[in-house]
T-cell receptor
Framework: NAGVTQTPKFQVLKTGQSMTLQCAQD?????MSWYRQDPGMGLRLIHY???????DQGEVPNGYNVSRSTTEDFPLRLLSAAPSQTSVYFC????????????????????FGQGTRLTVV | AQSVTQLDSQVPVFEEAPVELRCNYS??????LFWYVQYPNQGLQLLLK??????LVKGINGFEAEFNKSQTSFHLRKPSVHISDTAEYFC?????????????FGSGTRLLVRP
């Protein structure tokens, strides 16, 4: 059971380049999210999705796009990379016990990928 | 607004000594509380969680945490730490807002266990 898989593990980009960070989970989780981790700031929510076809912004969405065409995949796109986006990115997923579409993390455990370390020069 | 405060950015401790990592949260609504651990170059994994019921929660690797509603705290404790407990620890709250639950993290506490 792979859990949450993120690719790539490391990436160096030049300012202005675009790229997509991949995230896939094989647990049939409804809820998926992207965080960035910066020193002294913990993890901050970028975007999240409560199910296929539904996405929403988190705390720090600027400069990032997401889509959720399938339950399994939740890619994060950097439109035009900037040095301020140098960070470690984590994808997370959780199974919602709620039957309606607004189910989220609630009282369920979030499973995290191994992270992508991105450097923008 | 909901927030999570971890007062200590780093906690050095000797092996086999007890440790307490502090976490306070602010929320006007009911929350679910979590502690996650991040070992070097790895993702986060769940240590323990408080959902309801007993305020003392036991987790993996001998850790436990106590929920104190009046003080809005959820401190993590271990009676005797090992070198292998060296890691970063994150307190988090799951709150309902904007039609969905959000997991809000504290800034993390780095536990450094010395021999």
């Amino acid at each position: 059971n792979a859990g949450v898989t993120q690719t790539p593990k490391f990436q160096v980009l030049k300012t202005g380049q675009s790229m997509t960070l991949q995230c896939a989970q094989d647990m049939n989780h409804e809820y998926m999210s992207w965080y960035r981790q910066d020193p002294g700031m913990g993890l901050r929510l970028i975007h999240y999705s409560v199910g296929a076809g539904i996405t929403d912004q988190g705390e720090v969405p600027n400069g990032y796009n997401v889509s959720r065409s399938t339950t399994e995949d939740f890619p994060l796109r950097l439109l035009s990379a900037a040095p301020s986006q140098t960070s470690v990115y984590f994808c997370a997923s959780s199974y919602s016990f709620y039957s309606d579409w607004t189910g989220g993390l609630g009282n369920t455990e979030a499973f995290f990928g191994q992270g992508t370390r991105l450097t923008v020069v | 607004a909901q927030s999570v405060t971890q007062l200590d950015s780093q906690v050095p401790v000797f092996e086999e000594a007890p440790v307490e990592l502090r976490c306070n949260y602010s929320s006007s609504v009911s929350v679910y509380l979590f502690w996650y651990v991040q070992y070097p170059n790895q993702g986060l994994q769940l240590l323990l969680k408080y959902l309801s019921g007993s305020t003392l929660v036991k987790g993996i690797n001998g850790f436990e945490a106590e929920f104190n509603k009046s003080q809005t705290s959820f401190h993590l404790r271990k009676p005797s730490v090992h070198i292998s407990d060296t890691a970063e620890y994150f307190c988090a709250v799951s709150v309902w807002m904007d039609s969905s639950y959000k997991l809000i993290f504290g800034s993390g506490t780095r536990l450094l266990v010395r021999p």
